[in-house]
């Protein structure tokens, strides 16, 4: 990813995401159908070993089920009521992660999504390398949006792709 295209990511993620900007998560494809992003692991996201802390994982895979969610119920609020989440392999200090959620089910109440995480390829930037963790995020979605934060879904629409589920 070019330094253009990389400034842009991240300014996208600050606006959609405060959380997940704040420790490099960079948003990348945003559409209801899925979610893409890429975190460069630092000691910022690392566990005193120096991988990457499984909670990062976890709110990686919230973030990214949550606003695939909030898009595909045509912006009604939700909520995650579960998450599972296993690791397979860790990811360490300089590593790339790459990120993908994509709903398994898009009820009228309730949704479910998959988020996966891999380490890039050093010698294919962009391409996925091993697996390093799987969830499942499963949220409310019938949810109604309070009078005072009608516009949170704005961020999205800004950025959101036009495919439906």
Not at 62 to 71: N, V
Not at 88 to 95: I, K, L, N, Y
Not at 112 to 126: F, R, T
Request: net charge positive; charged share 20%; aromatic share 4%.
């Amino acid at each position: 990813m070019d330094n253009t295209r990389r400034r842009q990511s991240a300014t996208k993620t600050a606006e959609l995401d405060p959380v997940l900007h704040s420790i490099g998560f960079e948003i990348e494809e945003v559409s209801p159908s899925q979610l893409t992003g890429r975190l460069p692991v630092t000691a910022r996201c690392c566990q005193p070993f120096k991988v990457l802390h499984g909670g990062v994982s976890a709110l990686v895979a919230e973030g990214l089920a949550s606003m695939g969610a909030h898009m595909a119920s045509d912006y009604r609020r939700v909520a995650g009521v579960s998450l599972s989440i296993n690791h397979f392999r860790s990811a360490a200090v300089g590593d790339v992660v790459l990120a993908r959620a994509a709903p398994v089910y898009v009820g009228r109440s309730t949704q479910v999504w998959e988020v996966k995480l891999w380490k890039e390829d050093p010698s294919a930037p962009g391409k996925k390398g091993p697996q390093i963790s799987e969830s499942r995020v499963t949220l409310l979605c019938n949810l109604p949006v309070p009078e005072r934060l009608k516009n949170a879904g704005d961020a999205l629409k800004k950025y959101a792709a036009t495919s439906r589920l």
